[in-house]
Structure formats: C-alpha cells, structure tokens
C-alpha cells in the first residue's frame, strides 16, 4: 500500500459547490503539506501543519481551509470552488524529527476541474 | 526572499544524449536544503535527491548525476545516456532549515528514439 494516499484522485465539480479533498498517511511523519500544480508554473504551496495544533498558511491560501484531524489526516476543503482553482492537488509529509533529511514525500495527486 | 529558477521550460533530445538541467536558487540562510524530484506522465511526485548547504560534494547515481556549487547558487542535474523513460517534468525545490518546498517551475524533458 502506498504511504501517502489522496482522495478523490479525479473529481469534476461546479462552481460554487464545496469540496473536501482528503490525505491520509501511514509513514508516522508529523509534518503534512497542501500544494498545488498548475500547468508552466510549478507547485505552489497552500497550507502547511507541523502537527496536529499547528496549521500555517502558504503563498495560495485565499479560497481554501484545511483541517488536521489526527497526525496522519490532513484535508483541504474549498467552500465556494471556483473556474481557477482547476489544478492537480498533492498532499506531502515529511519528519521533523529527522531534521538531517526532512525530505517531503508527495501523495500520488487529486485531479480537480471546476466547471 | 526564496526563488528557484528553471530557465529552460522544455528540451529535447535524441536517446543516448547527456542532458543537464540546470536549477539557480535564491536564499538568505546560510543552512538549506536543495531537491529534484521528477514527474513522469503519470503524474507522481518523485524523490531524486537531497541535498544540504553545507554539503558541496556532487553525487553520482546510475546516469543521474548533480552538480551543486553555492558560489554560482546552482544545483545542476545531468543525466548520462538518456532514455525514453527519462522523459519527465523535472522539479528543483529549495527548503530553508526543515520549511516548506519552494519549487522552480519544471523543466519538461522529452527523449525521443
């Protein structure tokens, strides 16, 4: 099974609809991460939690908000979604107590279109 | 401020080529971490390599190769002997002490045969 996993992987909603895209993982890293992946310009990140108390906004926060419901849940929710939020979504965690690596592992990505 | 650029948005090459892909960063610490990370077709996110500030010794893998130099702020990666399954978009990303990502924008690398 894999570490990190995203759901949906693939979703198509309308705009003004609210959407919950879902991370879980089972590596025992306390750090998760929300970007997203826009075509030419990269990942960009939305939120971040250092554990489960502790949520950070990222450059692209506006329009989003994230929950943190245990150390291996992280979900990120768009309560309005609108046209330019369409972007492929992926979740990542890394180990702060493994500060020499503290390397981030990316989940496989959610497919978003808004319509 | 954190920056990482990736001046070459797509290259081409014929298999069998060496390709470097070069990755120039900007960063105020004195104690950060540089990665690559490739994206096949697929669409996942895949760890290449880590690097530290204090680290300046180039690594080898296989036909992946990296060049780090803090005085020019590049973290180059070459691949040796490309291959179709080499076609990817690659990513640089720069991390200062443990933060979240900064990545480049990709690099898109097609191998034909």
């Known amino acids: 099974d894999a570490d990190v996993t995203q759901t949906p992987r693939n979703r198509i909603t309308k705009t003004g609809k609210r959407i919950m895209l879902e991370c879980s993982q089972t590596?025992?890293?306390?750090?998760m991460y929300w970007y997203r992946q826009d075509p030419g310009l990269g990942l960009r990140l939305i939120y971040y939690?250092?554990?489960?108390?502790?949520?950070n906004k990222g450059e692209i926060s506006d329009g989003y908000s994230v929950s943190r419901q245990a150390q291996a849940k992280f979900s990120l929710s768009l309560e309005s979604a609108i046209p330019n939020q369409t972007a492929l979504y992926f979740c990542?965690?890394?180990?702060?107590?493994?500060?020499?690596?503290?390397?981030?592992?990316f989940g496989p990505g959610t497919r978003l279109t808004v319509l | 401020a954190q920056k990482v650029t990736q001046a070459q948005t797509e290259i081409s090459v014929v298999e069998k080529e060496d390709v470097t892909l070069d990755c120039v960063y900007e960063?105020?610490?004195?104690?950060?971490?540089l990665f690559w990370y490739k994206q096949p077709p697929s669409g996942e996110l895949v760890f290449l390599i880590r690097?530290?500030?204090?680290?300046?010794q180039n690594e080898i893998s296989g036909r992946y190769s990296w060049n780090f130099q803090k005085s020019t702020s590049s973290f180059n990666f070459t691949i040796t002997a490309s291959q179709v399954v080499d076609s990817a978009v690659y990513f640089c990303?720069?991390?200062?002490?443990?933060?979240?990502?900064?990545f480049g924008k990709g690099t898109t690398l097609s191998v034909s045969s």
């Open positions: 990542a965690t890394s180990d702060s107590k493994d500060i020499a690596t503290d390397t981030q592992y």
């Open positions: 590596k025992g890293h306390d750090r």
């Open positions: 939690s250092f554990d489960v108390k502790d949520i």
């Open positions: 960063t105020r610490d004195t104690t950060y971490y």
């Open positions: 690097r530290n500030s204090f680290d300046e």
């Open positions: 990303a720069l991390s200062e002490a443990g933060t979240a990502l900064i």
